[in-house]
Nanobody, 122 residues
Framework: QVQLVESGGGLVQAGGSLTLSCAASGRTFRSYSMGWFRQAPGKEREFVAAIHRSAGGTLYSDSVKGRFTISREYAKNTVYLELKKLKPEDTAVYYC???????????????WGQGTQVTVSS
């Protein structure tokens, strides 16, 4: 069992930056690959980025590639998502998730956090 708690969301102007954190409980953090997803009102949950359990591989959606960076810190049981050059269309609730592998499909992740709101003003 893994519990995930996101933080770091907020209101930022277009072009600005934020760093989201996802703290995981339990000693099994190393066993899971981690993903970030987002969901805007009235839209489906969308893949953003993922990182392999070994931190040796990452995957990004085309819409955030080159602007967002995913990383993980094993000593702190935490995965991060650094958001740069933010756009109004990045506005959404951002969720982190833990799963067996690196997937774009949100249904393949086993554990989810409660989400953190990111709002980008124009």
């Amino acid at each position: 069992q893994v519990q995930l708690v996101e933080s770091g969301g907020g209101l930022v102007q277009a072009g600005g930056s934020l760093t989201l954190s996802c703290a995981a409980s339990g000693r099994t953090f190393r066993s899971y690959s981690m993903g970030w997803f987002r969901q805007a009102p009235g839209k489906e949950r969308e893949f953003v980025a993922a990182i392999h359990r070994s931190a040796g591989g990452t995957l990004y959606s085309d819409s955030v590639k080159g602007r967002f960076t995913i990383s993980r810190e094993y000593a702190k049981n935490t995965v991060y998502l650094e958001l740069k050059k933010l756009k109004p269309e990045d506005t959404a609730v951002y969720y982190c998730a833990a799963g067996e592998g690196v997937y774009r499909d949100w249904t393949r992740y086993d554990y989810w956090g409660q989400g953190t709101q990111v709002t980008v003003s124009s």
